[in-house]
Each structure stands twice: as structure tokens, then as C-alpha cells.
């Protein structure tokens, strides 16, 4: 179900409006980007999502709910409303660890991901460098971050290996394990772009975790395994500015001190690595 109303509403209006039985549970607490809380009726319960990101244009957001709309129920909530400012997805049912799941299981997730027909829209990473570059903290801008940045843009993104739809926020917390199997929530980074680019991305804990799942899902996809490697490395400079430039901007927003103590760390191991 889809609102065509232009102007955003408060949550109260929504509920008021559109979900009048419904009234506020609790927070979500899955994924660092905030912007939701869960709504219940009963025992029946819904995902209410906010488009938090001010700088973010609404397109984004209505992406989002796009992506969610297309995306099977083997994969993801289902998308059941929106509004301007607003969607709301089902709610799963399920356990979320902090961990990640182990490499075949995620690879198997992935891949059925990768099956599916691409959304429509390509993920470019070099605007959104530079995004996060010109709003963040003036005062957080180094010659360091500036130079790196500027070489990225020189060298241009890898040529992508497969193209493929793309969840690009994949870590434990994004992950439910339901009584159907492994879900991927929190989907506004979704779209476009090389499946490297996308295990170069999740979340791993070491370089032996990250080989173990590029050899599950290299296995599954009949992908050489040294070739599919190789390519993840050359989205690895492109994934760790992102990750903290990503932290800046969201230190930017919303002054909340585990993003800067998490950019802070990432840029430690940038330059630690050249």
C-alpha cells in the first residue's frame, strides 16, 4: 500500500491515520542507523521506518521500499505501506546475533540474493565518498582522508565481476534467523553493483572469516575462488573509506561518540596499511 500525501507526517499521525489499532512496542535496536520502532496490535506486530538521513534525498528512501517490494519473502520483510517519510515492513519473528552466521550459511544467503533480478539503480561509490567528505565535521577533514580519497577518484571503481542486486549493510545485527532460515533486514543501502563489492562489505571479524566465506560463496557460485578474491581486494580501499566516512557523517548528524570512536579506529588501520 502506497500514500501519495507529499507532506511528511509524525508518527503519531501515521498511527492515527493509517494504523489506528496499532500503538508503539518498542524500538528497534538492529543496525547503527536507527529510524525505527516497532508497532503491535495484539500479537501482531509491524516495522515502522522513518527516513532519518536529512541529507539523504527522498528518492532514496522510496528506493528502499522499492527494493523491499521486489525482494521475495525467502529474503526479506515484506514491504507493506508507505508515505512520504515513512514505510512500514513486516515484522520477523526470530533470533539476531551479534556474530555473523557461519560462511556457508551466509554464502548460500548471498547468493540467493544474487539470483534475484537487479533493482534498477547502480550503486556508485565515488559520489557518496565524496558525500560524506563535503558533510562531515570541517574540523575532521584531513589531508589524509583528502589525499586517499582523491586517488580512489583517479583510480576509478573496479570493473565489477558480476553484476547483481546488492544488500550492502550485511552484518549480524541485519541478520534474523526466522523459522523459515536466515533473513537480511535493514535494506536502504540496497542496489546495484558487483557481488565482490558486496563481500568485501559485510562485516567480517578477520581475514581468515572473510576467505572462508569468498571460498563458500566462489564454491556455490562456480566462481574461481583466487579470481573472486582478487577482486574483493580491489574493492577493499573503496569499502574501508566508506565504512569511515560513513561513521563521520553519521558522528556529523548525530553526535552520538561510538561513531566517531568507530571512525576513529577505521582510519588507524588505513593508515596503518598505507
Known amino acids: 500500500m502506497r500514500s501519495n500525501n507529499n507532506n511528511p507526517l ?27 520502532c516497532i508497532i ?4 501482531h506486530r509491524v516495522v ?5 538521513d536529512p541529507d539523504a534525498p527522498p528518492a532514496h528512501f522510496l528506493r528502499h521500499y522499492r527494493a523491499l517490494s521486489q525482494l521475495p519473502a525467502s529474503l526479506a520483510p515484506r514491504a507493506l505501506f508507505y508515505t512520504p517519510g515513512w514505510m512500514a515492513v ?21 547468493y540467493h540474493l544474487h539470483q534475484q533480478p537487479r533493482f534498477g539503480w547502480r550503486i556508485a561509490l565515488s559520489p557518496l565518498l565524496a558525500q560524506y567528505w563535503s558533510c562531515c565535521d570541517p574540523a575532521r577533514r584531513t589531508p589524509f582522508w583528502l589525499r586517499r580519497l582523491k586517488q580512489l577518484q583517479k583510480n576509478g571503481e573496479p570493473r565489477p565481476l ?6 550492502m ?4 545485527d541485519n541478520i534474523v ?3 523459515a532460515g536466515l533473513r537480511l533486514i535493514d535494506w536502504e543501502y540496497a542496489g546495484d553493483g558487483d557481488i565482490a563489492l558486496e563481500l568485501a562489505a559485510v562485516w567480517v571479524e578477520n581475514e581468515r572469516q572473510h576467505r572462508h566465506l569468498a571460498n563458500a560463496y566462489a564454491a556455490r557460485a562456480r566462481i574461481d575462488a583466487r579470481q573472486l578474491w582478487r577482486q574483493i581486494r580491489l574493492w577493499h580501499p573503496w ?31 588505513l593508515r596503518m596499511k598505507g
Request: zero cysteines.
Open 239 to 269: 569499502v574501508i573509506m566508506l565504512k569511515a566516512g560513513w561513521f563521520e557523517y553519521r558522528w556529523r548528524q548525530t553526535d552520538e561518540q561510538q561513531f566517531i570512536r568507530l571512525a576513529d579506529e577505521t582510519w588507524r588501520q
Open 10 to 36: 509524525t508518527r503519531d499521525e501515521i498511527l492515527s491515520r493509517y494504523f489506528p489499532q496499532y500503538r508503539p512496542a518498542v524500538a528497534a535496536s538492529q543496525g547503527l542507523s536507527g529510524g525505527s
Open 90 to 110: 513486516e515484522y520477523l519473528h526470530g533470533v539476531v546475533n551479534s556474530a555473523l552466521p557461519d560462511a556457508d550459511e551466509l554464502a548460500a544467503l548471498l
Open 162 to 167: 558480476r553484476l547483481a542486486p546488492l544488500h
Open 48 to 52: 515502522l521506518r522513518r527516513h532519518h
Open 40 to 43: 503491535a496490535h495484539d500479537t
Open 169 to 172: 549493510d550485511v552484518h549480524g
Open 177 to 179: 534467523l526466522t523459522s
